[in-house]
């Protein structure tokens, strides 16, 4: 764990979540080093492993009985009600993996949870990016996350390590911080990290760098507005802007994502901090809007969470 924190810290991380397997053992390690590493937050973590699926759960310490004999969501439920009940997030883990004896119970197999059942799911896995060299692959959590955002579902999308070697170098994927999810949170404490995610206002830099932003605003008529992860009611026929602030990117394009297909039309390059697209007719549904920003070569390097357009009452 130490030397977990060290590379952490080294990495210029504010935050890190530690998730060992369906253990507390770790918590004790964690609250006598927080003193000594004053600059990085400690999140109280553990990664719930099952037969038919692993999550991470941040924030409870207490005894958490994961056992599940079935994959059905009554049985998840037993586990994931009781993290609610006690304030904390459930985070589905590399839900594309496959299942079986190189990755026991590691692909996500619970179908039909109930909305709120999960608070956040991680769509870039930097051990799959280290097997397939991809952000991208099939294997990661992307086809998951729009399932439940399609189904109405308001689920942040993060990102994770998934590191088991602290000495694996800072510049490759599934090192301490690569991928990183960075959180807008109105104070760097457990509680603000658990709002954060929560809020949706978070984007996944898959490279981990320290400079780069990605954030999404919506503004209607009559000075409407909604930032990333947030919601917003609007009529059939009104017109949303969408403004996209990009930073520590020095060339690239960024795409709005609706409902799960790129846009071409909400597809520019970069060039200033502050990008503001074409403006978008709302046909009266539900949709979901989220931006993305490429690197010239093409490899997705950001990853936005969306904004939630709902029809105006």
Not at 98 to 105: A, D, F, L, R, T
Not at 151 to 165: E, K, L, P, R
Not at 278 to 306: C, F, K, M, Q, Y
Request: net charge negative; hydrophobic share 40%; with cysteine.
């Amino acid at each position: 764990i130490h030397r977990t924190l060290e590379a952490a810290a080294a990495r210029g991380l504010d935050f890190i979540a530690l998730t060992d397997h369906n253990t507390t053992a770790h918590y004790a390690a964690l609250h006598e080093l927080q003193g000594a590493f004053d600059r990085l937050l400690l999140v109280p973590g553990r990664e719930v492993t099952t037969f038919y699926g692993h999550a991470n759960i941040f924030g409870p310490t207490d005894f958490l009985d994961f056992r599940m004999t079935t994959p059905s969501p009554a049985e998840a439920a037993k586990w994931m009600d009781a993290v609610k009940s006690e304030g904390g997030i459930v985070s589905i883990n590399h839900a594309g993996a496959p299942s079986g004896e190189i990755c026991m119970g590691c692909g996500w197999r619970v179908d039909g949870l109930p909305s709120g059942a999960v608070q956040a799911i991680e769509v870039v896995n930097g051990g799959t990016m280290a097997e397939t060299g991809s952000a991208e692959s099939p294997l990661q959590g992307f086809t998951l996350w729009q399932k439940l955002l399609d189904a109405g579902q308001q689920v942040t999308a993060i990102s994770g390590s998934d590191n088991h070697n602290p000495d694996i170098p800072a510049d490759t994927p599934g090192a301490i911080g690569t991928p990183a999810t960075v959180i807008h949170m109105r104070e760097l404490s457990l509680q603000g990290f658990l709002d954060g995610v929560r809020s949706g206002r978070a984007f996944i830099d898959v490279a981990g760098t320290r400079d780069r932003l990605l954030d999404l605003s919506a503004t209607a008529s009559g000075g409407k507005r909604a930032e990333m992860g947030s919601t917003l009611g609007i009529r059939r026929g009104e017109t949303v802007r969408f403004g996209v602030t990009v930073a520590g990117v020095a060339a690239g394009t960024v795409q709005l994502v609706i409902d799960g297909h790129p846009v071409p039309d909400h597809r520019t390059a970069i060039g200033n901090t502050s990008i503001a697209l074409p403006d978008w007719t709302s046909d009266g549904g539900r949709h979901w809007v989220r931006a993305e920003v490429r690197a010239p070569d093409g490899r997705l390097i950001l990853i936005g969470n969306p904004v939630y357009i709902i029809p105006a009452k």
